[in-house]
């Protein structure tokens, strides 16, 4: 008789089943797409489909799940969608990377006004402009978790004056770190923001009418973090107005209505949350759950727990 495996793990595709290879022995392998009832009764871990945790949540409700390991960073709201008593572990390790690239292009596909010379070239028309720039500005981040982190190194080479907004203020990496008591008096001083706080009650509208109406006028605001750390209205009120820029690949709501005045505003850069979607995202989630299935394994607690455990 064949002896029962150690560790039963589902992954949502074939191809992240080839990629976490070669697995430990007496790991039970199943590709579980999640559009069907659970293939298995118990299993030690779940990788959900990406981007779906809300649309899939009820499908792990019955199943004794030991783990559900997200391939994203967020995990705002997820308390609410799983079902009671899983241990949840994000993405962390996954996407600062390509995030953070994405906050960069952003910014300078704004400063340069790149989206202007993309529909002249549509247009066939010649128009030469003088442009902001990224150097010498005076930059915020909203944040310095690893993403903001991700955003400070890749920022040391553009002779930026560089301030980060955290929890609580510090010297880290070289970066001076404001307290987001001081949030307003750090905004008068930022010519470009770049947010990249989780979502979350604790964060929802940080960046409020108040706080928008504390930049100077031709601030630039960038969100790679989650949409509702900005008050939607009050930003389209400031660049209709021209006197705020936004460079957004996270909105409030999301997607955003066809009808949205953020699609058409002159000064306003949207992109479709595709901050973490990018070549670098498959072979870091494959070692993720890679060593995710290697600690179970061995006995080990999981890494990223963020929910329950």
């Known amino acids: 008789m064949t002896p029962a495996p150690n560790i039963v793990v589902s992954v949502p595709t074939e191809r992240l089943a080839a990629d976490i290879q070669?697995?430990?022995?007496?790991?039970?392998?199943v590709v579980w797409p999640m559009d069907g009832p659970a293939p298995r009764e118990r299993f030690d871990m779940v990788v959900p489909?990406?981007?779906?945790?809300?649309?899939?949540a009820e499908r792990m409700r019955g199943v004794d799940i030991g783990l559900v390991q997200s391939q994203s960073i967020g995990y705002d709201g997820m308390a609410e969608v799983l079902p009671a008593g899983l241990t949840f572990?994000?993405?962390?390790?996954?996407?600062?990377?390509?995030?953070?690239?994405?906050?960069?292009?952003l910014t300078l596909a704004a400063?340069?006004?790149?989206p202007e010379f993309v529909r002249a070239q549509d247009a066939h028309s010649w128009k030469a402009r003088f442009s902001e720039?990224?150097?010498?500005?005076?930059?915020?981040?909203?944040?310095?978790?690893?993403?903001?982190?991700?955003i400070a190194a890749r920022l040391a080479g553009f002779e930026v004056e560089l301030t980060a907004i955290a929890s609580r203020a510090r010297e880290e990496d070289g970066v001076a770190v404001r307290s987001i008591d001081d949030l307003h008096a750090v905004l008068a001083e930022?010519?470009?923001?770049?947010?990249?706080l989780p979502g979350g009650d604790a964060t929802r509208h940080v960046m409020d009418a108040a706080a928008l109406a504390a930049l100077p006028d031709g601030a630039l605001v960038v969100n790679v973090g989650r949409g509702p750390l900005i008050d939607t209205d009050a930003l389209v009120a400031e660049v209709r107005a021209g006197r705020l820029r936004a460079a957004l690949d996270v909105v409030d709501p999301e997607p955003l209505p066809e009808d949205h005045p953020l699609w058409a505003l002159p000064g306003a850069l949207v992109v479709p949350h595709v901050g973490g979607a990018s070549s670098?995202?498959?072979?870091?989630?494959?070692?993720?759950?890679?060593r995710q299935i290697e600690r179970l394994a061995a006995g080990e607690p999981p890494l990223n727990v963020v929910l329950g455990g």
């Open 22 to 29: 070669p697995l430990p022995e007496g790991v039970d392998l």
């Open 49 to 56: 489909p990406y981007m779906s945790m809300e649309s899939i």
């Open 89 to 105: 572990a994000n993405a962390a390790s996954v996407h600062e990377t390509a995030t953070a690239e994405l906050a960069l292009a």
């Open 111 to 114: 400063q340069r006004r790149v």
């Open 133 to 150: 720039g990224l150097a010498d500005r005076r930059v915020t981040l909203l944040g310095f978790g690893g993403v903001g982190k991700a």
């Open 190 to 196: 930022t010519e470009i923001l770049i947010a990249s």
């Open 280 to 290: 670098a995202m498959r072979p870091r989630i494959a070692r993720l759950v890679r």
